[in-house]
C-alpha cells in the first residue's frame, strides 16, 4: 500500500507545474488553476491503482481537467473584468524583445497575451491551449473536449480572429504565418 501512495506523492510533485500552466491557460485565474488541478488529482488518486501500471497518469489528469473545465463553463458564467486596458502599454513599444533582451516588453507582450486570452469565451481559451501550447492534433483536442474535429477548427478560427482584434499589436509576432 505505503508503494502506490509513494509512487502517486511522486507524481503530483513531478506533474503538478505543468499541469498549473495547463490549468491557468484554461481558466485565466491562478485560484481557479489551482482548485481545477486539485480535483483533477483526487480524481486521479482514485483511479491509481489501475493507473500506475500504465503510465497514462498525467493523460488521465490533463483528459479529467479538460472535462471538469468544460462542467464548470456549463454551471455558470464568473464575469471579469480588467482594470486597466494593458495592451495601450504596448502601443509604440518595439515588438521584438527576444532580439535585444528587453524584458520590460517581453513581459509587457505576455501581459496583453494574457488580457487578450481572457476576453475569449471559455471554449476558445481552452481550444487555443490544447492546439498551440499543448501542441495537440485537431483530432486530439476533439477527443479531450468531447466535441467534433470541425468544432475545434471553427473555434480555432473564431478565438484567432478575435484575438487579431482585440489585440492587434501581437499580430507580428504570434499570426505571421498563421492562416487567416
Request: aromatic content about 6%.
Amino acid at each position: 500500500m505505503d508503494s502506490l501512495a509513494d509512487e502517486f506523492g511522486d507524481f503530483v510533485r513531478s506533474r503538478t507545474p505543468s499541469l498549473l500552466r495547463s490549468a491557468f491557460l484554461l481558466t485565466g485565474d491562478q485560484h481557479l488553476a489551482e482548485d481545477l488541478v486539485q480535483n483533477a488529482l483526487i480524481r486521479t488518486h482514485q483511479a491509481w491503482r489501475r493507473l500506475h501500471h500504465t503510465g497514462n497518469a498525467e493523460a488521465y489528469t490533463r483528459k479529467i481537467m479538460y472535462h471538469l473545465q468544460v462542467a464548470w463553463w456549463r454551471r455558470g458564467k464568473v464575469v471579469e473584468s480588467l482594470t486597466e486596458d494593458v495592451t495601450e502599454t504596448l502601443r509604440g513599444t518595439r515588438r521584438d524583445a527576444s532580439d535585444t533582451g528587453d524584458h520590460a516588453t517581453a513581459t509587457a507582450v505576455r501581459v496583453t497575451l494574457q488580457a487578450a486570452l481572457l476576453r475569449l469565451t471559455n471554449r476558445q481559451r481552452a481550444v487555443l491551449v490544447l492546439r498551440f501550447f499543448e501542441d495537440r492534433s485537431e483530432v486530439a483536442a476533439a477527443e479531450l473536449m468531447g466535441v467534433s474535429v470541425g468544432t475545434i477548427k471553427s473555434q480555432t478560427a473564431k478565438a484567432l480572429a478575435r484575438l487579431r482584434t482585440i489585440a492587434p499589436e501581437l499580430n507580428e509576432l504570434y499570426f505571421t504565418g498563421v492562416a487567416r
